[in-house]
């Protein structure tokens, strides 16, 4: 890590530390409008008034939440992010094929850091694949943005995908952000079978306020992500001075990967009563912030902190101490993976034979295809794809996965995991 270089002495860099830090605050804030104005731009394809008529003097007294979805007798529909850097085109696309199902919602993204090139192969398999162009549900970022993973940027990307998200169709129930070193462990079926058994409004978020270490490592520590406003992939860098912990707002801490309802990510986008905005604007400076912005936003909301289930639905190999670097999962760790009953694991080398393993036990995926499903109704015979016959894409068809999975839920949901782990 880059630290600012001291050319001063001590009383210079006194004298000097109130500007940096307004011009680097500065910097940030200007990024995030940037940001907020493009998707303004993208959610509204028309010219907003200048004139606000009474009795409303702001925008936001006009918005209100998305209802929550009635219950219904048809499966959910997921919203996915699957995000990706250089190299990871192939894998991406493995995973998407795994994680396939016509009813869902999908979005690439490689970042600038990858070539135009990467993008253009990722752009022209989703446009030749008969199945995806068949229904149409998987969205390319062709505008790439920059990431820096341990910055704001991959929020502000997070939040780019849901902005598309809610623009394609309002027609899903819960977003689920994955990358490319991610992989399912169940099939679509088995959980859409599984989710459409609990309330549309739960969000899967692994969180706590204990954040220990991190207070002196992260909240006080001010960075600067370079992603905000350039265009050439660079490391955070570090300004000398600290600050205080907010106290507009509690601080929570978790896991990166989340499963996020459609009502809670219509609020962090729109963000009526400026609580997403404002934690934006005070995570634009923290160190992984991914780990800590929707999970302070969810639990400082009045209406979503009783929606929160602690778990992020994966199974991951950390170090430990201090569980920052998640290990390489291969056929060592299959039997650990199974019976966690989590849904997701990570994270995978693209090419380990592990993947196989779990293509052919537990998803029953053959070489090159999408993961079969109650949709498929054509012949395996001699290796035959038989998602290329399409029938009722409502019919699912739950294997052993959703056992495991409904396992998990149970557990989650139970009296002693659902209630007492929520936002403490």
Known sequence: MKKLKHYYSQEQQRKCIFPV????????????????????????????STTIPPPFPF?????????????SSLPPRLAYLISGSAGDATALLRTLSALYHPRNRYILH???????????????????????????????????????YRGPTMVANTLHAAALA?????????????????????SQDDLLHAFSHFPRDLNFIDH?????????????????????????????FWITQRRSRPTAFKLFTGSAWMVLSRSFIDYCIWGW??????????????????????????????????????????????D??????????????????????????????????????IDAELLSRGPGMVVP???????????????????????LRPGPGSKRLQTLINSLLSDENFRPKQCV
């Open 273 to 318: 009563d400026n609580l997403p905005r404002t934690v934006l604007m005070y995570y634009t400076n923290f160190i992984s912030s991914p780990e800590g912005y929707f999970h302070t936003v969810i639990c400082n909301a009045q209406e979503f902190k009783n929606t929160t289930v602690n778990s992020d639905l994966h199974f991951i190999s950390w």
């Open 320 to 357: 430990n101490p201090p569980r920052q670097h998640p290990h390489y999962l291969s056929l060592n760790d299959m039997r650990s993976m199974v019976d966690s009953n989590a849904p997701f694991a990570r994270k995978f080398h693209g090419d380990d034979p592990v993947l196989d393993k």
């Open 166 to 186: 809610l623009t394609d169709t309002h027609d899903w129930d819960w977003f689920i952000n994955l990358s490319a070193s991610d992989y399912p462990l169940v």
């Open 208 to 236: 706590t306020s204990d954040i220990g270490w991190k207070d002196h490592q992260r909240a006080r520590p001010i960075i600067i992500d370079p992603g905000l406003y350039m265009t050439k992939k660079q490391d955070v």
């Open 21 to 48: 830090i307004t011009i680097a605050s500065l910097l940030s804030i200007f990024s995030l409008l940037v940001f907020a104005l493009t998707l303004t731009a993208r959610i509204f394809p028309f010219p907003l």
């Open 59 to 71: 925008v936001e007294s006009k918005l209100h939440p998305l209802p929550t979805p009635a219950p």
């Open 373 to 395: 499903g109650g949709w498929c109704i054509g012949s395996r015979e001699n290796g035959s794809d038989p998602c290329s016959v399409v029938g009722n894409t409502n019919v």
């Open 110 to 148: 490689l970042d600038l850091h990858s070539s135009s090139e990467e993008r253009n192969i990722l752009t022209r398999h989703v446009d030749r694949h008969v199945t995806f162009h068949r229904f149409r549900n998987v969205r390319v970022v062709t505008k790439a943005n920059l990431v820096t």
